[in-house]
């Protein structure tokens, strides 16, 4: 077991962690940032990045990520390999155990562990994950060329999703339990223009078929109404994006969280409800969950640390 010790630690390598990272960095605080199972978080999943400032003919998601992490590099920030499995924020300084057997001994820690993808909840999506049920169509979809795919989810990542698996695939079904898309209006006129996507409005999942793979979906439409109707559809790929679940399990206890998750934040700060704990990106960001919204956190989160070793120093 080893023991290390930090001004300042960033747990998450995210826009927000490596934002911090660059920051805290260049503080002079020598930061040590955990870099988790996904290295660069959510957006190594996606395809191409519109609307990341500086980047006027867009950027692959994870390209975006490996100029970050460089640029955190640049200014010799400690980024190391590792899982925050639990906390305590009571010790001062404070406590973060890594892979169940390391210890970091903090003065700070900046929390950016971002979001999960969320699932229906359906026995079918365990029966069947990774044999036809997806959570990233960035990174399955090539298995679905010319095949027929449903994506769940009316938003901006469902449309997103649609789009680039109607690249590959024969036919999308985008299953929206809404009379409507909630995406932005682009991404509504770019889905609602292809003519591989066929949306399904008003309509849920009620479970999946096939052999041994998924081969189907069974549905309803107007669940609950005189016009319920229920039917199936042959499919070879169910994609879900349905949002996310902030990754907060281990700070439960130790945190202000809302009834989602989310970690509190004070005001317009960064500042948990545990001083010298801060939290930045999708973790504490309920609403927003943009990657230039969270790389602002991040900065944020690092100027607030800096400036909690100093008053406490
Ligand atoms: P959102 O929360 O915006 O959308 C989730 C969608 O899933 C909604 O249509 C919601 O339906 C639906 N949904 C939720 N739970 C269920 C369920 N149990 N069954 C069926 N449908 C369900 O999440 P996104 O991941 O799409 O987007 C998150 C944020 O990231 C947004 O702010 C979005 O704008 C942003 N984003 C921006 C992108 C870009 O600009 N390039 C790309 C991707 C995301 P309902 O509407 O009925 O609640």
Known sequence: MA??????LIIGSGPAGYTAAIYAARANLKPLLLEGPVPG?????????ENFPGYPNGVMGPQLMEDLRSQAQRFDADLRTGLATAVDFAKR???????GRDTVLAETVIIATGATARYLGLDDEQKYLGMGVSACATCDGFFYRNRTVAVVGGGDTACEEALYLATLAEKVYLIVRKPYLRASKVMQKRVLENPKIQILFNTNTLGLFGEE????????????????DKFDIAIDGFFLAIGHTPNTEIFKGSLDMDEAGFIKVKGSSTATSV????AAGDVADPDYKQAVVAAGSGCRAALDAERFILENE
């Open 275 to 278: 001083p010298g704990v801060f």
């Open 93 to 99: 300084p404070l406590e973060v155990t890594v892979d």
């Open 41 to 49: 978080g959510q957006l190594t999943t996606t395809t191409e990045v």
């Open 3 to 8: 023991q290390f010790s930090t001004k300042c």
């Open 213 to 228: 793979v998924v081969e189907g979906a069974h549905l309803v439409e107007h669940a609950g109404t005189d016009k319920e």
